[in-house]
Structures are given as structure tokens and as C-alpha cells.
């Protein structure tokens, strides 16, 4: 069993930046493939970023390739989201998520365990 809090989000203009935190308990950070997602409303939650269970692999959605970047300390045991460049369309309420298979997936339903988000508000 995982369990996920994450936090860090707020409101911030377009071009600023924050991180985000999934703090992680249960498990190690080491020991699961986790993910960031993200949902608007009235839309579907989508893939933003993942990272292996080694970390030494990570994959971005096209949508925030270059201005995002996942990251984690296993000293913290916590999962980052680093967003720069914000913009109004990546307001959203951004979980984190994590799973016990070994590569990380775009697809939600890789993941087991969730957090229950943050909201990312960016204005323009």
C-alpha cells in the first residue's frame, strides 16, 4: 500500500513557475514507477510526466516536453514536478500516482495508488 500527498500548487501567472511535491509513505520512491497526471474541468485526466522505478527513465507528454521536469529524492522519499513557463492551459488539478510495475505507463490505469491532487491555477 502507498500512500500520496502531494502539494505545492497555488496560483501563479503565465510564464512563472512552481513545484510540485508527492510525498510518499509505505513504500519507497525506489520501489514504484510513479506519475503525474493531470485534470481540467470538464476533461479527461491526462498523462503529464513519469519516471521509472529506477529513475533513471523519464517520459513527458508533448504538451509540456521542455518546460516540465520530473524529478525525486529518495532521501525525502517524495516525487517533484518542476513546471516552468507556465501556461493558462495547464490549469488543473495535477495528481501524483504510483505503481509497483517496474517502467512507468502513460495510461492512468498503470496506477494503483493516488493522491488526491493539487490545484494548479495559471493566469493570463
Known sequence: ?????????GLVQAGGSLRLSCAASGRTVSSVAMGWFRQAPGKEREFVAAISRSGSSTNYADSVKGRFTVSRDTAKNTLYLQMNSLKPEDTAVYYCAASSRVSPSERADFYAYWGQGTQVTVSS
Open 1 to 9: 500500500q502507498v500512500q500520496l500527498v502531494e502539494s505545492g500548487g
